[in-house]
């Protein structure tokens, strides 16, 4: 009878090992499973991180600025205008074919975007609205590219790239665009946009008069 219980006592010992071994290898395949998790979301965190930050700094240093509008008068109104815009201190490079311009006389508002009329430097033959022409071969929903510094010859006809140290001229017909052009004391504002970034804003209001000249800086 002894021996018999004293088989029986090993027997539970064994079993509560067994048990315990079990429970054991279960809670290391669980924490193997919770770390295997932790690290995913790790991974997928730092990803997700380093894109945000790819774009924020994209929204926040890419963009362009305008550093200057010049108009054409036929001596009632300005018919033909150009906008100078560059790239910001540490913007990337800029695809003007994806940008757009809004502008409005405080009564019409124009959506402009880029519609093929082009003049390299070497075409613009010193004067900004009759050597350069060709840009101004638009319609009240498009405006033109005449290249005004471009060291790297990124900025082309079907693509023009404009990148850090470029300097372009975005041209426009108010004609086109308002039927009118702009007369004299109208107040104009508007946003150069491009497909990626901040925004060049302008705002100005044309001379009280057009006697006496025939291109007049505005902005």
């Not at 003007?96 to 519609?115: D, F, H, P, R």
Request: proline fraction near 2%; include cysteine.
């Amino acid at each position: 009878m002894g021996k018999i219980k004293q088989i029986l006592k090993s027997s539970d010992i064994a079993d509560m090992g067994i048990g315990a071994m079990i429970v054991f290898i279960a809670m290391v395949l669980v924490a193997g499973i919770a770390a295997s998790v932790l690290v995913q979301t790790a991974n997928k965190l730092e990803i997700q991180a380093m894109t945000t930050g790819d774009e924020t700094i994209n929204q926040v240093a890419t963009g362009l600025k305008v550093s200057g509008i010049y108009g054409h008068t036929t001596g009632t109104s300005i018919d033909l205008a150009y906008i100078t815009v560059e790239p910001r201190a540490g913007a990337g490079d800029i695809d003007l074919s994806k940008a757009y311009i809004e502008i409005s006389n405080s009564v019409q508002k124009c959506v402009l975007t880029y519609g093929g009329s082009y003049t390299a430097k070497s075409a613009i033959a010193g004067d900004m609205f009759n050597g350069g022409a060709g840009a101004y071969t638009l319609t009240a929903k498009q405006f033109g590219v005449m290249v005004l510094e471009d060291a790297d010859g990124s900025v082309v006809s079907a693509t023009p790239v404009a990148n850090l140290g470029d300097k372009v001229a975005l041209t426009f017909d108010a004609t086109q665009c308002f039927g009118t052009g702009l007369p004299v004391r109208t107040d104009v504002w508007g946003i150069v946009q491009p497909e990626e970034g901040s925004s060049g804003a302008f705002a100005f209001t044309t001379p009280a008069s057009f006697a006496g000249s025939a291109v007049f800086s505005l902005y």
